[in-house]
């Protein structure tokens, strides 16, 4: 996760204007998508991508409670980053995108804490050392992410296709779409935190063919 997210970096930086072009930016929005993608993208793909890999690590082994805590903390120091960088500093855009990426390094930093912590007590592990890819390693990595990433892909492709035909309204129709996309990730976002929670219950007991419990957990 690290390594493509650093690839992910480095294609941003180098071919920033076609990624703008194709998100739908137009002359009004390009600067300031520019000034937040530099730093969520260009500096923070990495950070952003590690802290979601590293709650789904913790969370499979059972501890949801501090894989809620380690993105709740990100999100909450989001919030308080984002009026101080945007106005307190005046950054505009670079203060929001500069807000998400240090809310992304601090989550990422509470959960190696938590594994420097739990050393011996959890599976999960982060040295360099024991970065060592074999073909059955590989084989599952891309067995269970292909289908998840070709869903995401398909919600980023969406929105990018409805982005660039909105574009045409002006940059308050898709100042507007973007509001009314959060609010429906209200609701959408907590069913799918009571999905994830439950996942690794259901998972657990399925593996041990405890049918019974499993019902009892869905």
């Known amino acids: 996760s690290v390594i493509f997210g650093l690839v992910l970096s480095a294609a941003y930086l180098l071919l920033s204007g076609g990624f703008l072009k194709m998100l739908g930016a137009d002359d009004v929005t390009t600067c300031a998508t520019a000034d937040y993608l530099l730093w969520t993208v260009g500096f ?3 950070p952003s991508i590690f802290n979601v890999v590293m709650a789904y ?3 499979c082994e059972g501890a949801s409670l501090h894989a809620s805590i380690g993105t709740m903390s990100g999100c909450l120091l989001n919030i308080i980053l984002d009026p101080i960088c945007i106005l307190g500093l005046g950054m505009g855009a670079a203060g929001a995108g ?3 990426f240090l809310s992304n390094c601090f989550a990422c930093l509470y959960f190696l804490a ?3 912590v739990r050393k011996g007590k959890t599976l999960v592990c982060v040295s360099p ?3 060592r890819p074999n073909r059955r390693l590989v084989t599952g990595i891309l067995g269970v992410g292909i289908p998840a990433s070709i869903q995401n892909l398909l919600n980023v492709t969406g929105m990018t296709v ?3 035909a909105i574009a045409s309204y002006g940059a308050e129709a898709v100042a507007a779409m973007g509001i009314a996309q959060k609010t429906t990730m209200i609701p959408c976002y907590i069913a799918m935190g009571v999905s994830q929670g439950v996942m690794p ?3 657990y007991n399925f593996a041990a063919r ?3 419990r499993m019902k009892e957990a869905t």
């Open 44 to 46: 923070g793909a990495a």
């Open 57 to 59: 690590y913790v969370r």
């Open 98 to 100: 500069f807000a998400t």
């Open 114 to 116: 938590l594994i420097a």
């Open 129 to 131: 050392k024991a970065f």
């Open 162 to 164: 409805m982005t660039n």
């Open 201 to 203: 219950l259901i998972g």
């Open 210 to 212: 405890n049918a019974r």
